[in-house]
Nanobody
Framework: QVQLVESGGGLVQAGDSTRLSCAVS????????MGWFRQAPGKDREFVAV????????YYADSVKGRFTISRDNAKNAVFLLMNSLKPEDTAIYYC??????????????????WGQGTQVTVSS
């Protein structure tokens, strides 16, 4: 059974940095693309970042490009999201998601087959 558990986040000040982690219980984790999405109050879930199965490709939403960095550690079955220069509009619940095998990644939630429970990030001004 696939399980994803996010950690990190919490309350931070505008301009600060924080890192989210996602531990993934799945066989052959290294074969899957991994993504991060977020959902702010009253808004739809939106794509944030994705990393390909081999880690050589990353893709970001325009709103976070240059500030956020996605990475993975296949030895630990984990994916990370380093968030720098945080803004109040980054406030949301952040979800990690398991993509498809041998995929370079997608910004569509429909391309992800399992999701974590989410972790709250609140950025105060």
């Amino acid at each position: 059974q696939v399980q994803l558990v996010e950690s990190g986040g919490g309350l931070v000040q505008a301009g600060d940095s924080t890192r989210l982690s996602c531990a993934v219980s799945v066989r052959t984790f290294s074969l899957y693309s991994m993504g991060w999405f977020r959902q702010a109050p009253g808004k739809d879930r939106e794509f944030v970042a994705v990393i390909s199965w081999h880690g050589r490709n990353t893709y970001y939403a325009d709103s976070v490009k240059g500030r956020f960095t996605i990475s993975r550690d296949n030895a630990k079955n984990a994916v990370f999201l380093l968030m720098n220069s945080l803004k109040p509009e980054d406030t949301a619940i952040y979800y990690c998601a398991l993509g498809r095998t041998y995929s370079i990644g997608s910004n569509s939630a429909a391309e992800y087959d399992a999701w974590g429970q989410g972790t709250q990030v609140t950025v105060s001004s």
